[in-house]
C-alpha cells in the first residue's frame, strides 16, 4: 500500500477542496492508498500535525471555498519557528519519512512550486498541483481557482457599472493578481472596463485621462477603471524595474540586499497607488472618482464548476502519476488533457501577460484604453 501525504499552502483559493477530494478519492478509492493530510500549509509538515483522509472527511467538500486542511505562507526554508528564522526542511524530511510517506501532494502557486522543488531536491517524491486566483504559475494553460475569480470580478464590475452611470462618476476598481494582470484584464474585458491596468504594461496618465475625456465628449459621463493591484505608471514601473535588474545583475550579497531593500521600499511607497490613481483622474477630467477595492473577496466562496472540474482532473491525474510513480512534477493542465510537467520546469517561472496576447488585442479592439503611451 501506498502512503500519501497531502498539504495545500500559499494564499487559499476556490477549488482547494475540490482537488484535495479529488486527490483523495481516487489515491484511496481506486488505488487503495492511504492518505494523510497535513494541516496549514509547511508549518504543518514541519509540526507533524496531520488528520487521516478516510472515512467521511472527504464528502460534501466539492463545493466548499477555502481549504479544510487551513493554509499558510510559510516557507520551509525560512520558517519562523521558536522565535526566529530557521531552515526547517530537515524536520520536513524526518516528518516524510517517519510517517513511510510515499509521496507528498503540494497544492499551491508560484510559491509552493518553488518550496516543493526544494524539498524534491532533497530526496522527496513530490507532485504538486497549480492552484492561484492569479493565473500565473508556468507551463499550465490555468490554475484552478482564476475562474471563480474572474466571475466574481466580473459580477463586480456589472454592478460598479449602474452606480457609475448613475452618478456620473469615475469607479477605478483595484483587481488582485500580485504582479500578474490576467484577473484584471480577464474581468475587465468581461465586465466592459473603459481602462484597464496591468502591471505588464506600465501606464500613462494622460492616456488614461484623455481616453475618459473623450468618453465625456462623446456624452458618457462615467467610467469604469479596472486596476490590477500590481499596475504602475511607467515612470514608477521603470524604478521598479531597474531594482530589479540590479539585484538579478548583483556581484555580491551586499548589492543583492541593497536592490531588496530598494525593492521593498518601492512596493511600500506604490502600495497606495489605486487611491492616487483615483485623485489624479478626478483632477484631469473634472469627473468625481471613486475606489472600490475588491480584495479578498476574489478568494472566498464556493468554486465555480470549471474550478470544480478542472481541480478534480488534475486531482485524479495525480493519483494516477502516484500510481505510476511518476514523481517531481507539477500536473498541469493543457487542453482537455493533465499533463505532467518537471517541476524544475515551473518553479520560479511566473506566467506574466505577455502584452502581444490575444486577449490584449481582443481589449484593445473593443475600445478599451490601455493606458499605452501614443
Ligand atoms: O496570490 C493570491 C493573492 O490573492 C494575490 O492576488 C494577492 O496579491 C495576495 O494573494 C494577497 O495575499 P494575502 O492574502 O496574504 O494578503
Request: hydrophobic share 40%; with cysteine.
Amino acid at each position: 500500500t501506498k502512503h500519501i501525504g497531502i498539504l495545500t499552502a500559499g494564499g487559499d483559493s476556490p477549488g482547494l477542496n475540490a482537488a484535495i477530494r479529488g486527490v483523495g478519492k481516487a489515491a484511496q478509492g481506486h488505488y487503495g492508498m492511504q492518505m494523510i493530510g497535513f494541516l496549514d500549509g509547511f508549518r504543518g509538515l514541519v509540526d507533524n500535525r496531520f488528520r487521516r483522509m478516510d472515512g467521511d472527511i472527504l464528502s460534501g467538500i466539492l463545493t466548499r471555498g477555502g481549504t479544510i486542511l487551513g493554509t499558510g505562507r510559510d516557507k520551509p526554508h525560512r520558517m519562523l519557528f521558536g522565535g526566529k528564522t530557521q531552515d526547517m526542511t530537515d524536520v520536513i524530511v524526518e516528518n516524510y519519512h517517519a510517517n513511510h510517506l510515499d509521496c507528498l501532494v503540494c497544492i499551491g502557486g508560484g510559491g509552493t512550486q518553488k518550496n516543493a522543488l526544494r524539498l524534491m531536491e532533497k530526496g522527496l517524491n513530490i507532485i504538486t498541483l497549480p492552484k492561484t486566483i492569479d493565473n500565473d504559475v508556468a507551463r499550465t494553460d490555468v490554475t484552478f481557482g482564476f475562474d471563480t475569480a474572474l466571475g466574481i470580478a466580473t459580477e463586480a464590475i456589472d454592478r460598479l457599472h449602474s452606480t457609475a452611470h448613475s452618478h456620473h462618476r469615475i469607479i477605478v476598481v483595484e483587481i488582485m493578481g500580485h504582479r500578474a494582470g490576467w484577473l484584471a484584464l480577464g474581468s475587465g474585458i468581461a465586465g466592459g472596463a473603459d481602462v484597464i491596468l496591468l502591471p505588464e504594461i506600465p501606464y500613462n496618465l494622460d492616456v488614461v485621462s484623455e481616453a475618459i475625456r473623450q468618453r465625456q465628449r462623446g456624452g458618457k459621463n462615467f467610467s469604469i477603471v479596472a486596476v490590477s493591484e500590481g499596475a504602475l505608471p511607467e515612470d514608477k514601473a521603470s524604478l521598479v524595474q531597474e531594482a530589479e535588474q540590479r539585484k538579478l545583475n548583483a556581484a555580491n550579497k551586499k548589492e543583492k540586499k541593497e536592490a531588496k531593500e530598494t525593492l521593498a521600499r518601492l512596493a511600500q511607497d506604490y502600495a497606495n497607488n489605486t487611491v492616487l490613481l483615483s485623485s489624479q483622474l478626478e483632477e484631469l477630467t473634472g469627473l468625481e472618482s471613486r475606489v472600490t477595492i475588491l480584495g479578498h473577496l476574489q478568494r472566498g466562496g464556493t468554486p465555480s464548476a470549471a474550478d470544480r472540474l478542472l481541480a478534480t482532473r488534475l486531482g485524479t491525474a495525480c493519483a494516477d502519476l502516484i500510481a505510476r510513480e511518476q514523481y517531481g512534477v507539477m500536473v498541469s493542465s493543457q487542453g482537455d488533457a493533465a499533463v505532467p510537467v518537471p517541476l524544475e520546469q515551473v518553479a520560479g517561472n511566473k506566467k506574466l501577460v505577455p502584452p502581444d496576447h490575444p486577449w490584449v488585442q481582443s481589449a484593445l479592439h473593443v475600445g478599451t484604453c490601455l493606458g499605452i503611451s501614443k
